[in-house]
C-alpha cells in the first residue's frame, strides 16, 4: 500500500476552517481572472492563463484537503 495513492485517490472532507480558506482563494482567483479578462486581448495566452489559474485554484484546494 502506498500512501501519497491513497491519500491523493481518497475524499477529503471538509475540516474546521478548510471551506473559508477554499472561498477565500476562489475570490482572489475570481478577482485575478476579472483583470486577465479586461486587460489582456482575446488570444490563446489568455486561454492558457485562465486554464492555469483554474488549475492553480485547483490544486490549491487539494493541498489544503489533501495536506492538513
Keep these: 500500500m502506498n500512501p501519497q495513492i491513497e491519500n491523493n485517490f481518497s475524499y477529503h ?3 474546521e476552517g478548510q471551506p473559508q480558506k477554499y472561498e477565500e482563494i476562489r475570490e482572489a482567483a475570481k478577482e485575478l481572472a476579472y ?3 479586461e486587460s489582456v486581448p ?3 495566452e489568455k486561454s492558457l492563463a485562465m486554464t ?3 488549475q492553480a485554484v485547483f490544486w ?3 493541498g489544503i484537503a489533501r495536506n492538513e
Excluded: G, I, T, V
Design 52 to 54: 492555469n489559474l483554474e
Design 35 to 37: 483583470l486577465l479578462e
Design 60 to 62: 490549491a484546494n487539494a
Design 13 to 15: 472532507a471538509p475540516k
Design 42 to 44: 482575446n488570444s490563446r
